[in-house]
């Protein structure tokens, strides 16, 4: 199970909850395994749920569509009930007996199916024991009408939001999260290796875009992000790459991530093709150096606002005194961006065993971008752990 069940039974008892129904994609995901193909292809109507209790939150009941409840075969969560909704047709003729798994998702085909999705997760809610207790609903997830719908048909059940409840449990990571965080990163830095591997006089940022992109899936990621620049062009990062050549005395900025079973990656690397400028290699120095003072200082209880203050004044004291940021980093796992955010203010506490997205980037008209970034474990006794190779302590020079 990806989920950290001492984590859910300890934030339902503070909450006073008896259950938890998670209604998002990644948060299905976290208590189940499983990515809801209509959560994803449907973002707008499509539903699907995931209820837990407080007593045993191991045990799921999956809530989705009868097109999609095959989706029960991935799960790997204990998937102790399915209840379905709509029509969908599964054919069998003859009495030929199925492999277990078939049999599994014929019966649940046949189940008598709700009319919609509100009315069967109604239905779990009461199969699971829940009705007339307190639930947390992920109020992030759920489609208009759902909620009210819930009360009509639970009226002596109390609903309560359980978004950020969730969030909280998420912060730190299992050892299977940790894997697969570590995974995406790799298959992200490898890819970064391959497009730059092409990189010659004249090739064009969409082609290392398309490089990057069919590295990702050949090592089974998918790419999620891929921003590629040279030279000046990286000042306007979030433009789509171009069919601008590459010259010598360029740099190439990526700013790239994956994801890999469901858990992302989000790299920043700097390279020169040919001999870089004073000015970019002085940006560089203090860029990967501000980066490795906020590996090296992170402590459990510290908040995203200490962290992005060391980070902020390692680059400030090793070269680029002027340099300023809105934020120098994130938590990431099941979302790209998770609390705490390393950012002025940000008063979410440290704690190990977190996943943290440390960066520090910097835009100049006329230089472009130069960054670094990269995901690290933290550790109890401050050892932190990066899930990546790192990026150079100096400027990879391309011939």
Known sequence: MLAHVGRLKQRMVEDDLDGIVAATTENIHYLTGISSVSLHLHPYFGQCYAVITRDAPERVALVSSTGEIDQVLDSSAQIVDAVNFGTFYRERYGDDVLPEHEQRLYQMTYNPAEPNGAAALASAIKRAGLAGKRVGLDEAGL?????????????????????????????????????????????????????????????????????????????????????????????????????????????????????????????????????????????????????????????????????????????????????RRHHVGHGIGAEVYEQPILADGNDVMIEAGMVINIETPYYEFGIGAVHVEDPFVVSENGSNVVLTSGSPRELDVLS
């Not at 299977?176 to 591997?197: K, L, M, N, P, Y």
């Not at 990062?237 to 991530?257: A, E, P, Y």
């Not at 510290?302 to 004291?317: K, N, P, W, Y």
């Open 143 to 323: 489609r208009i009408g759902v909620e009210d719908a819930l009360k009509r048909a639970l009226p002596r059940t109390t609903f309560v939001p359980a978004h950020a409840a969730l969030a909280w449990v998420r912060r730190v990571k299992t050892q299977e999260e940790i894997v697969r965080i570590g995974r995406s990163a790799r298959i992200t830095e490898q890819a970064i290796q391959a497009a730059v591997a092409i990189a010659r006089t004249g090739v064009t940022e969409h082609e290392l875009y398309l490089e990057f992109n069919r590295s990702v899936a050949s090592q089974g990621g998918r790419a999620e992000f891929t921003m590629i620049k040279f030279g000046r062009n990286g000042i306007g990062g979030q433009v789509l790459s171009n069919r601008t050549g590459l010259q010598k005395g360029d740099t190439i900025w990526f700013d790239v991530g994956s994801s890999y079973l469901g858990y992302w990656s989000d790299l920043a690397r700097t390279f020169s093709f040919g001999e870089p400028s004073a000015r970019v290699q002085t940006l560089y120095r203090a860029m990967v150096a501000g980066e490795q003072v906020g590996i090296d200082k992170t402590r459990p209880g510290m908040t995203g606002s200490d962290v992005f203050h060391l980070t902020m004044e390692g680059v400030r004291a090793h070269g680029e005194p002027r340099y």
